[in-house]
């Protein structure tokens, strides 16, 4: 006799299983930072690939404490952003409300940067200074820098257009993050300016998509007898008789995939550029070609295929990781390419 009961196949913690909205993802929110000195929470980088490395285990409570360890790593290609302009947020009843921002001059803007017109229109007659003065006077509760991505320094990914966000700051009150927003709007800056080395941060990325896909590949559902009278890649029933309707708890197929994700506490291994430490293998990397820019070692996977933006933040959920110093023996760099 069959079981009568049995676990639920799939998972119904994401729903809906939607198409994410933009091809990277987006930070909803930022840890409040301790400190006096004003620091920048966040960074984007381009997915290259995999390799593996070899490190010593530094972990005094490991099993394997002292020795030589294989630990596979995500390399990301981190070429400098560039900071836009300020925003403001003030409290209301209804959570965060923008209060004003202020952006760099477009006459300066064109100069150093003038890829920005692939994204956006030019700000003419924008008075920085003015907005800044009317930021200051704004009860404000948390400072963001508006930052850009600089995709023409990489040579691997197709759009050269670049991608506009939202960066949070730490550290200080808002008059000091205002003041240093001021500073240093108009400049570049890089991956070891929000980071370092062996710090832990979160990922968030937007899955490889698989488009439309079957509910047995979807949610692991389970075949049918192949005694069934119709097919097997389907449900026995989509619910109740008499409801009239399906219950959005039934599993049905749809798109798979293509899913905003954050990955939590995800260790930096190594902060690098190619002149210093070649990471490029044998043939380039699978679907993405050179690393010609900075790059990271992340430990670990990380959502979305080569090419993918991936966004970086500080882990919100970091209470009780202990960080150990990192030894790197050898990183491997032979050929990816299946030969």
Known sequence: MGKRNHPRRGSMAFSPRKRASRHFGRVKS???????????????GWKAGMTHVLA??????????????????????VPSMYILGVRGYRSTAYGLQTAGEAWIQSEVLAESFPQLGRRMPMRKNHDADAHFEALETEDLVSVRLIAATMPSKVSATPSKTPEVMEIGLSGGD???????????????????????EGTYTDVVAVTKGYGWQGVIRRFGGKLLS?????????????????DGYVRKSIRQGGQTGYHQRT????????????EDNEITPDGGFLHYGEVNNNYILMRGSIPGPAKRLIRFRDAVRAQGKEEYPIDITYVSTSSKQGV
Do not use: C, Y
């Open 226 to 242: 192949h005694k069934n009278s119709k097919k097997r890649r389907q449900h026995g029933n989509m619910g109740a008789f008499g």
């Open 263 to 274: 990955e939590f506490n995800k260790q930096v291994m190594r902060i690098s550029n190619p």
């Open 56 to 77: 010593k285990d530094t972990n005094p409570k490991s099993k394997s404490a002292g020795q030589e360890v294989r630990i596979p790593v995500t390399v990301i290609e």
């Open 174 to 196: 808002t008059a000091q993050q205002l003041n240093w927003a001021r500073e240093q709007i108009g400049q570049e800056f890089n991956f070891t300016d929000a980071f370092s």
């Open 30 to 44: 930022w840890p409040e930072g301790e400190g006096s000195e004003v620091r920048i929470q966040g960074f984007a």
